[in-house]
């Protein structure tokens, strides 16, 4: 009768423990996709407070072009904003899809910037552009690292949850699929033209 109970006992600890672990392993890889894309809010908002500055440079050279500002700066103000909410909740799928589709925004309306600024030799040459694009450059490649190692966390967080037997409980527990942090650039994916 004891070894009876023994067993039975063992087995209630083994179907208690096993839930909890797989609940606890989910939960240490959410976190870890939190954490990264944390590191993505941190370049993100240095990313925004360069931007006005950078429009407010230009701004003095290009007077003509204040359509091209203006877009910069709403594009700017919706990337702020959409962010926030992502940053609320990174693993929130639509609040990731509204800051990628912001982010896609705002890259095209720094590309054209970046491209009329081309036609103003003063400004290309003015000391302070120098130094704010410089700083936008290094932003840059500090969100796509950043972005990459966020990237990793949700895939191994992905994984995880979509493993057996961790698929039975993920959504008992309410680990939903995160979404990755992509932003396409319709450029990035042409191949390049050489030309002789």
């Known amino acids: 009768m004891t070894t009876?109970?023994?067993?039975l006992i063992v087995v209630l600890i083994i179907l208690i423990a096993f839930p909890v672990s797989i609940?606890?392993?989910?939960?240490?890889?959410?976190?870890?996709?939190?954490?990264?894309?944390?590191?993505?809010?941190?370049?993100?908002?240095?990313?925004?407070?360069?931007?006005?500055?950078?429009v407010n440079v230009a701004k003095q050279y290009m007077s003509h072009e204040r359509e091209t500002l203006e877009a910069v700066i709403q594009a700017r103000n919706q990337a702020v904003s959409t962010e926030k909410?992502?940053?609320?909740?990174?693993?929130?799928?639509?609040?990731?899809?509204?800051?990628?589709?912001?982010?896609?925004?705002l890259g095209g309306a720094l590309g054209r910037l970046f491209a009329l600024s081309e036609n103003y030799p003063d400004l290309k040459a003015n000391q302070n552009m120098m130094q704010l694009t410089e700083e936008l450059s290094s932003t840059e490649n500090k969100i796509a690292f950043a972005r990459q190692s966020f990237n990793d966390a949700v895939m191994n967080y992905n994984t995880a949850r979509e493993k057996f037997p961790a698929v039975i409980f993920a959504g008992m527990f309410g680990f939903k699929e995160a979404r990755l942090f992509e932003i396409e650039v319709e450029d990035e994916r042409k191949a390049p033209e050489v030309k002789f």
């Open 4 to 7: 009876a109970i023994i067993i």
């Open 23 to 54: 609940y606890n392993r989910l939960v240490s890889l959410r976190n870890r996709f939190k954490n990264a894309f944390a590191q993505i809010d941190v370049q993100l908002k240095r990313r925004y407070d360069l931007i006005p500055n950078l």
């Open 85 to 105: 909410q992502v940053a609320d909740e990174p693993g929130d799928p639509d609040a990731m899809q509204k800051l990628m589709g912001a982010e896609k925004n």
